[in-house]
């Protein structure tokens, strides 16, 4: 170490020692505690629905170039189907944690490629002897980061917010399709259940004729008992198919993000899905899935991790100056080190990274095979769900009603056969409760089939709240993690 002497009175006084520990120390964060309070969360979940305005703006800014959400949201005539995707969207728990995590990763982007901080050191000897000179020596130390690995730092955080980011637009996407179909869910379900009613009233109005017949024997014990067995085992049905809309209902209010007391009406609907206008299925599925863009993030994400093992390889400087005193003479001390990457060389972190590389690219690789089957699954149940539909429409259900017409003719004659009434009704019933089943399958399988395809456009995280600038995008997530915009 290079040194030289100094005059007598440039000797530094030692209150600056510890004035400059306090200025350093004074630009350092205070910790806060934040209490976690859930009767409070509770009460905020309570209250969601009346922040009506807020609700309203959001769906207007959803509705920029988003064609499922251009009415006007109004929930005091009920939510629709499009409104309810408003709401999950803005509060479900799950978008709320994809947000927070991506709050995280911005964090990180933004104080990535940071230089190390300073070292301040302070060496004495001799404090113990009472007649020998007071020896010390105060340095500080910088590394210079000339390897370039800050830089690499920077891009690497930048493509791990990418990832995160691409994830919410995953979760979005896939939340309006698991809104969407358990909206379709518990539509079927209510309308099943007002078919069993339909079909209770002509059971009920058959038994009125069937009473009559028995009374004045021309019906027998036997055949009354099937006719009020079938009306039991409808009650028994309809109790079934009441408590699975009941479970239906919950799981909308749960990815509404409500709790399940809240009072509100739902606007039962069971209208098509339009599929995307692309010939080219599988090229779509590679151009806009949503999975399969966060599988590309995190690919580049091992990219830049591989790149900065590699970087890390090549030395930083290591510089650090002083002052002290030797036998009563005082000295400037330099120092300057810089490792040799001849032994380690990061050989261990290399490795690992390019391993990560090429799983991430085989996990990418893999989920296109595993998502092009789920599509062709989903076209395949698609297909099969609408030439069942076919067949049930036109050819078996018009047949039924012909029947119960001519046995209504019948009936005006006098000739009333009330088992042949019974089973007309009963596979009429029968026979659109099918339809009903393969409505929900057809409708299933566009909305698989349009979450497979991915947006019309390149999609970006829903704009929940206020923005804030970063070095390559805009987003914004809150203290409670509901919000990232584009």
Same mark, same amino acid.
């Given at each position: 170490?290079?040194?030289?002497?100094?005059?007598?009175?440039?000797?530094?006084?030692?209150?600056?020692?510890?004035?400059?520990?306090?200025?350093?120390?004074?630009?350092?964060?205070?910790?806060?505690?934040?209490? $976690?309070? +859930? @009767?409070?969360?509770? *009460?905020?979940? =309570?209250?969601?629905? #009346? !922040?009506?305005?807020? /609700?309203?703006?959001?769906?207007?800014?959803?509705?920029?170039?988003?064609?499922?959400?251009?009415?006007?949201?109004?929930?005091?005539?009920?939510?629709?189907?499009?409104?309810?995707?408003?709401?999950?969207?803005?509060?479900?728990?799950? $978008?709320? +944690? @994809?947000?927070?995590? *991506?709050?995280? =990763?911005?964090?990180? #982007? !933004?104080?990535?490629? /940071?230089?190390?901080?300073?070292?301040?050191?302070?060496?004495?000897?001799?404090?113990?002897?009472?007649?020998?000179?007071?020896?010390?020596?105060?340095?500080?130390?910088?590394?210079?980061?000339?390897?370039?690995?800050?830089?690499?730092?920077?891009?690497? @955080?930048?493509?791990?917010?990418?990832?995160?980011?691409?994830?919410?637009?995953?979760?979005?996407?896939?939340?309006?399709?698991?809104?969407?179909?358990?909206?379709?869910?518990?539509?079927?379900?209510?309308?099943?259940?007002?078919?069993?009613?339909?079909?209770?009233?002509?059971?009920?109005?058959?038994?009125?004729?069937?009473?009559?017949?028995?009374? @004045?024997?021309?019906?027998?014990?036997?055949?009354?008992?099937?006719?009020?067995?079938?009306?039991?085992?409808?009650?028994?049905?309809?109790?079934?198919?009441?408590?699975?809309?009941?479970?239906?209902?919950?799981?909308?209010?749960?990815?509404?993000?409500?709790?399940?007391?809240?009072?509100?009406?739902?606007?039962?609907?069971?209208?098509?899905?339009?599929?995307?206008?692309?010939?080219?299925?599988?090229?779509?599925?590679?151009?806009?899935?949503?999975?399969?863009?966060?599988?590309?993030?995190?690919?580049?994400?091992?990219?830049?991790?591989?790149?900065?093992?590699?970087?890390?390889?090549?030395?930083?400087?290591?510089?650090?100056?002083?002052?002290?005193?030797?036998?009563?003479?005082?000295?400037?001390?330099?120092?300057?080190?810089?490792?040799?990457?001849?032994?380690?060389?990061?050989?261990?972190?290399?490795?690992?990274?390019?391993?990560?590389?090429?799983?991430?690219?085989?996990?990418?690789?893999?989920?296109?095979?595993?998502?092009?089957?789920?599509?062709?699954?989903?076209?395949?149940?698609?297909?099969?769900?609408?030439?069942?539909?076919?067949?049930?429409?036109?050819?078996?259900?018009?047949?039924?009603?012909?029947?119960?017409?001519?046995?209504?003719?019948?009936?005006?004659?006098?000739?009333?056969?009330?088992?042949?009434?019974?089973?007309?009704?009963?596979?009429?019933?029968?026979?659109?409760?099918?339809?009903?089943?393969?409505?929900?399958?057809?409708?299933?399988?566009?909305?698989?089939?349009?979450?497979?395809?991915?947006?019309?456009?390149?999609?970006?995280?829903?704009?929940?709240?206020?923005?804030?600038?970063?070095?390559?995008?805009?987003?914004?997530?809150?203290?409670?993690?509901?919000?990232?915009?584009?």
């Amino acid at each position: 170490m290079n040194n030289r002497t100094l005059p007598r009175d440039a000797r530094i006084p030692w209150h600056v020692v510890p004035l400059a520990c306090v200025a350093l120390l004074a630009g350092c964060q205070s910790y806060q505690p934040l209490p $976690l309070d +859930l @009767a409070e969360h509770q *009460a905020d979940v =309570a209250s969601r629905l #009346a !922040q009506e305005e807020s /609700l309203r703006a959001f769906a207007e800014r959803l509705a920029d170039g988003d064609t499922d959400t251009d009415d006007p949201f109004d929930t005091s005539n009920g939510i629709s189907s499009a409104e309810a995707e408003v709401i999950a969207l803005f509060y479900n728990p799950d $978008l709320r +944690l @994809a947000r927070l995590r *991506a709050g995280a =990763a911005l964090a990180d #982007a !933004q104080t990535a490629g /940071l230089w190390e901080d300073p070292v301040f050191g302070f060496d004495g000897a001799e404090l113990l002897s009472p007649s020998g000179p007071f020896e010390y020596g105060l340095t500080l130390s910088l590394t210079i980061p000339i390897s370039g690995r800050l830089g690499v730092e920077e891009d690497k @955080a930048d493509r791990a917010y990418e990832a995160e980011l691409r994830r919410v637009v995953d979760a979005e996407w896939s939340m309006r399709a698991k809104v969407r179909k358990a909206w379709a869910d518990w539509s079927v379900a209510a309308e099943r259940m007002r078919l069993i009613d339909e079909v209770a009233e002509q059971i009920d109005r058959i038994g009125v004729v069937s009473d009559r017949l028995e009374k @004045a024997g021309e019906l027998t014990r036997v055949e009354a008992r099937l006719l009020r067995s079938q009306r039991i085992g409808l009650r028994v049905v309809r109790a079934s198919v009441e408590a699975e809309a009941e479970q239906n209902r919950l799981e909308l209010m749960s990815l509404m993000g409500l709790l399940p007391t809240t009072r509100v009406e739902l606007v039962p609907s069971l209208s098509t899905i339009d599929l995307p206008e692309s010939s080219q299925t599988t090229d779509r599925l590679i151009k806009s899935n949503t999975t399969l863009a966060v599988a590309r993030a995190d690919y580049a994400v091992a990219e830049q991790s591989l790149r900065l093992e590699v970087r890390k390889q090549y030395p930083d400087i290591e510089i650090g100056a002083g002052y002290g005193s030797e036998d009563k003479d005082d000295r400037l001390l330099l120092g300057v080190s810089l490792p040799i990457p001849s032994l380690n060389a990061n050989r261990g972190g290399i490795a690992t990274a390019r391993a990560e590389r090429q799983l991430a690219r085989s996990t990418a690789q893999t989920e296109f095979e595993r998502l092009a089957f789920q599509l062709a699954g989903a076209q395949a149940r698609l297909s099969a769900a609408q030439k069942q539909q076919e067949v049930l429409q036109d050819e078996l259900v018009p047949m039924l009603d012909a029947q119960a017409a001519e046995i209504d003719r019948l009936a005006e004659l006098g000739e009333v056969n009330t088992l042949i009434l019974l089973e007309t009704v009963t596979r009429r019933f029968e026979a659109k409760d099918r339809i009903l089943d393969l409505n929900l399958a057809e409708l299933a399988a566009r909305i698989e089939v349009v979450r497979l395809l991915g947006p019309d456009e390149p999609a970006t995280p829903s704009p929940v709240s206020a923005s804030v600038k970063t070095k390559t995008t805009t987003t914004g997530v809150d203290d409670a993690g509901e919000g990232v915009s584009r």
